[in-house]
């Protein structure tokens, strides 16, 4: 079964940036939609953002315009960048992976997903 470690939160005042990393045991080729996920206190997994082997990149709306998403096969890495952080952006920060394809609107859909990380927090203070 695959590993993922998720890395890189931390605090961080609105306005600035933080680069989420996640890293595979194995090749990230062998899984079709890798994408990160929040949790904020009280709420359910949010998908941010995703991507995937021959579909576009998907992002939450909130997110758009700041957050990119881009994956190094080399280093069986995915990154999350995000910049203009704010308040709201603050959660447990999870990667998920799964091997299938999944139909385009349910791709941020965390229940979609078969492999998880074990999340790293971001803390954005205004």
């Known amino acids: 079964e695959v590993q993922l470690q998720a890395s890189g939160g931390g605090l961080v005042q609105a306005g600035g940036s933080l680069r989420l990393s996640c890293a595979f045991s194995g090749s990230i080729s062998d899984y079709y939609h890798i994408g990160w996920f929040r949790q904020a206190p009280g709420q359910g997994r949010e998908g941010v953002s995703v991507i995937s082997k021959h579909d576009p990149t998907k992002y939450a709306d909130s997110v758009k315009g700041r957050f990119t998403i881009s994956k190094d096969n080399a280093k069986n890495t995915v990154y999350l960048q995000m910049n203009d952080l704010k308040s709201e952006d603050t959660a447990v920060y999870y990667c998920?992976?799964?091997?299938?394809?999944?139909?385009?609107?349910?791709?941020?859909?965390?229940?979609?997903?078969?492999?998880w990380g074990q999340g790293t927090q971001v803390t954005v203070s205004s």
């Open positions: 998920g992976t799964r091997k299938g394809r999944v139909i385009l609107s349910a791709r941020l859909s965390a229940a979609q997903y078969e492999f």
